[in-house]
Nanobody, 115 residues
Framework: QVQLVESGGGLVQPGGSLRLSCTVS????????MGWYRQAPGKERELVAA???????RYSDSVKGRFTISRDNAKKMVYLQMNSLKPDDTAVHYC?????????WGQGTQVTVSS
């Protein structure tokens, strides 16, 4: 059974940084593209960063230049380094495959950017 567990969120001031982690269990992780998604209050869930099995990355315009997605295939982990955080980045952040699998959503990790 596939399980995705996110961690690393918290409260940070504007301009600050956080590093999110996602642990993947129960799958042949190395062959799959992964993504970080987020859902702000009252908004649709959106894909903000994606990484292929080979390490190619792409980002939404809203985070490009500030966020970096990476993966460690040996550890079956996906990371999201978030720098220069803005209040608009406040959201619950999730990892999932890309394209996402609806049944694999975890609890997510809350990121709050506020002074």
């Amino acid at each position: 059974q596939v399980q995705l567990v996110e961690s690393g969120g918290g409260l940070v001031q504007p301009g600050g940084s956080l590093r999110l982690s996602c642990t993947v269990s129960g799958s042949i992780f190395i062959v799959y593209a992964m993504g970080w998604y987020r859902q702000a209050p009252g908004k649709e869930r959106e894909l903000v960063a994606a990484i292929t099995s080979g390490g190619s990355t792409r980002y939404s315009d809203s985070v490009k230049g500030r966020f970096t997605i990476s993966r460690d295939n040996a550890k079956k982990m996906v990371y999201l380094q978030m720098n220069s955080l803005k209040p608009d980045d406040t959201a619950v952040h999730y990892c999932n495959y890309n394209p996402y699998r609806p049944s694999y959503w975890g609890q997510g990790t809350q990121v709050t950017v506020s002074s």
